[in-house]
């Protein structure tokens, strides 16, 4: 379902980047989870335009109103409705959209689906449609924490073009990442990346680059065989993240080099549990978490809009031109880190509650 | 929903490798399409172990039979149930398994997850589950064949470990890829892929690769925005199949290295039709297709299953030592290529049933 | 799921009485439906209090604010969210609430269920939750409408305690149900029925009754067969309305009284139309519309909330008596007419849309 | 979603009447659950024809099959697929069915909404489709019963046509039930029941009646406020049964007539337990069990085939009469009782899992 994520705890967003708001619903969320607004809106904070000197200069305050399901600091069991306004409205700014199909972005596919799409901004398209799912994962995190204090999820700029972060997915820490703009793990690489960023704005070109993810301290067991694996969650909810191109975990592709020999992960027991003497499965057996780091990359295309003249058509079917002017990002993957863990923590936490479906607690 | 697959045509598949039966329900299937037994049994064979002398020597033979849904060769509109007898039960050779988990497989996790396991085969993680997914899709191509006769969804192995096949998804051909058992479109490469995987066979060895997939004549218009975009779909719908570790498509992770000046996509038109001057985006974009070729690749790890010793642990908690024995695919590919291009169709079929609940019939 | 209703044409409704807002995103309605907040804020005003003087004297606006989905009067294809500010807070006047649970009413079982609850008004069991399925169904109606104009649905009181309307469902108006505040169609019998509830509320008591519905011009063909039949559903809906306690269909209980020579339909050619010579059925066979008008009934039961002292328990177990005071409808009927007609236009549009994705649109 | 019921625990059902196998896959249900063919098979014989000299003197045996979802005795936690031949095929025995619509049965609804319909038996729409469901049930109860040892659900035959059993919810047993062959708890009333469905019979002719059905020591806590209210979800699937008209709980229609000092339920302290002193709810407050016992009603018509010759249409649209033979149920109520069961199962097993999603377990 078209804006609906997950099944036992589910989101649903709506909004276009230049209509009246874009917010989220959350439904399925367990009672007594305390949450308040200061930790939603620090999660939409990293998330924001404006808040770098690499990112769009768009001064979107973005300021969360919950307007139901939390009473005193804490979930009531019912649904959370967060809402965003959108206060940056500028349509004039894009109106050659309307009449002009911008390359490499929705505007051709929306109206070839719908027979209309919305005229000012990228409309659903946008990625001010992520603000309900930082808002809505923010809440998650806490569902998580409840019953897996120790559970952490990472995301980080692996690299940009060819730029390769050096981080090791075991140890890096939020504090690492959030130490430097560009969002990486690796301080001595972050300057050159931010410098290419840079340069590349100059020329009103753009990059893109890769995410790299880890959830560490999971618990084995979750994620449904099948259909829901735990991967193929995560791959659909990676996938989902406007920009994206693909999605690798463990061994990933590379882990195509390698025989069954090389690649099988030994059990070996370690304090009387069961653990796996290398991770190539990065954490992930028959589509349930083994308890191991689970990790993994997800590939970003260079930001589409550029500055730059390009071919296109009109809606009207004509060749024509697109003159490239306006405010962009030219590399998303800084603001993008927010949203990988966000889908992340979405995925899990709906796995952590079907789970419990499965087992009577032990206190009846 | 762990065993159910699709929102509009929905398909829920059962059964253990070594259980009575695996089989499939389809739901949502339209009525009055052609479909016989032996469309059904001609893509199972295209599945089954013991087709080649480069696959599982196994012989079962797969036989689907229908049990609802089909009458006179023609859908009624309700659940069409397939079942496939599992009729080569060797539980002895896998005693071993009912006490120690065996590396990479899924033994452990299904143990954490459930508290219990099948002890005999692979139970529900065995590569027998994709039986219903094949038949399914094999129903699911003539309902889009139905409404886009021209349509074609071919699936191929791009490579076997370093073993890299030449293939123009423009241009590829069903009897290119079934010319040769390996199941590739290059038939320079072929022999020496065949080659490859007998060699590492003989060793007790297993390798992986990568399989690509193109849809050629796809309608503009499928997918849906957020989450539930095509690629988001299928992406899930390949992480779904057994020993998948990475999904891209279009320019995928290649196209990091790009520079949106690079990388964007002209539109031009061409016929009358709004088209894609060059086609990085991979025929999706904002989660909807464009009329493209769609073209995606999957990681598949090599088979966890090899002829060596290894080291695990017992399902007490004991470190142990894992023979190796038994049958064995040491090469999944080639059987997977039939997989690939069924779940590429069920994604396809199910956006196409939901992308009609968009436009009354009578207003187009 | 708790908080959605429908498949194709899906609605999620937020909102506590008392908290910032109640409101629905409605997703999956069709693109290029003409709509305005006009039909919406209509649609609101019939359901809300303070209409007339035998409902509630709460004189809450009910202002519906459109967020997303809908531009230049015409619909996306995108969630379409509509939010109303709850303006009338008096939490004030519900303190007692807090500590003793009110007698028939949703509070201990909010806290056996989720171990907390709203403390202010009913919080999420309030009426006012049903808001957004009014607007939503505002909406659904021009969906009907674009592909069946002739489609009619109108509910209206039969009966308020024991005063039966007489109203023939083949030939009610709109104009006759709306002619008098009680909503009722039969006019000689709506000033009586006026004056009981009027009577009830001077004695700070309060009454039930019966409402009926009918669906006119109905095409054949809705409804699944199995679980989704379209009774199935249009009970499900029906029972989902607060207070409600009962529903039944064509002939209802009273069919139990019948044989079946006397109850079957016979079916005649009319016009070259397939019609029935009577309708017992209720113009659904096998959980499919048949084409003849669809007529239920359901059951409200008398308002909880009375003037007078209760017998009842606080929260932390003591025997306690809850005092009656506060504004209250003596008889919500009037006010649920609307609703009704709400939850049966939601049922019936998700159903067209589901229908849709049976048949290809080019082989019609 | 037409074949499927439940969100958390789900059945999947299929099959024809005279295809080759009716049957489910039920999908969610909790590992370790004991359970075996014998429990099943048991359930099954409850429903199937010829088991006594009121009911339709068909002999299927309905033999129950497991295929896989069940290892050794119990539960695995993977879907569980039972399957049951169809053995009796008679297809000549309903040759007319083909060409003319029977009365107030599915043929005519199945052709205009699919434009095909199984042309032996009542294909889908024939009774036989329950049985996946009471064989999903008999596996449900026992969900249910390993959280809830104490629970009980029992259903009865209330009344055939106007002969009314008079039995106590509260203290009515199984033994008292299986006691008669017409399945009513009232041991006086039992035999002039059954005459009168003799007498009917002898003439050719049908009754209907009512069903009713208790819960007993329910936990409070279970359903879901708003659309998925248990009362909802009751109704939708007592709906769902074949040949039913009406649904109403607690006071139903008749607490119409009440006022509300008359009908709300005072709450009291019993034993450090909040309880009700009365029951008019039903057990039901705000779409949510309050731990009382949940009873409710179920009108089911008189069966539509009839020995008597009928006005109606062929699928060519010709007026025609329709010759009455065959074999028929001539009140299905007696074999509808353990279905009202089945359903009122399935519901309760599905929000008790689903219940368990808000909770951490209290063993983390």
Redesign the interface.
Known sequence: ?????G????I?????SH?????V?I??C???IPINREIIQAALDRRRPGQSDIVTPRKEADEA?????I?DG?T??????I?VKNTDQRPGAYDEMAAK?R????D???D????????SGG???SAR?TIGRVAAAAIALQVLK???PALEILAWVK?I??LVADVDPATVTAADIEGNIVRTGDPVMAPAMIDHIKA?RSEG??????IECVIRNCP??????????L??????????I?A??????????A???????????????EN?R?R??SN???G????????EDIFFRI????????M?N????TSE???TELQGKGRHDACVLPRAVPIVEAMATLVLVDHL????????????
């Open positions: 379902m078209s804006s609906t994520f099944h036992a705890f589910r649903h967003t709506y909004g276009e209509g009246g708001a874009v917010g619903i439904d399925g367990p009672p007594r109103e919950i307007l139901s399901g009473q804490v009531l069991g019912t649904p959370i409705a809402s199909y390359p490499s972005h929705a051709y596919t929306y070839a689906k719908y027979g209309i799409r919305a005229l409309g659903r398209a449609e409840q019953q897996y690299s073009q060819h590349i070109n753009s990059v893109g680059g890769v084995a067991g979750l994620g449904e065989p099948i259909f829901d694996k991967e193929a969650d995560l791959a659909k909810a990676m996938l989902s406007p994206t191109k693909g999605f690798e975990i463990g061994s990933g592709f882990g195509t080099q390698l025989t069954g020999r090389e690649h099988n992960d030994p059990f070996v027991m009387g069961v796996t003497a190539r499965s990065g992930i057996q028959g589509g349930i978490s083994n308890g590939a970003f295309k260079p930001t589409a809009t550029i730059t390009q071919q296109t058509v079917g004509e060749n509650l079907r789970q419990r479906t499965l087992h009577a607690p032990t206190a009846e």
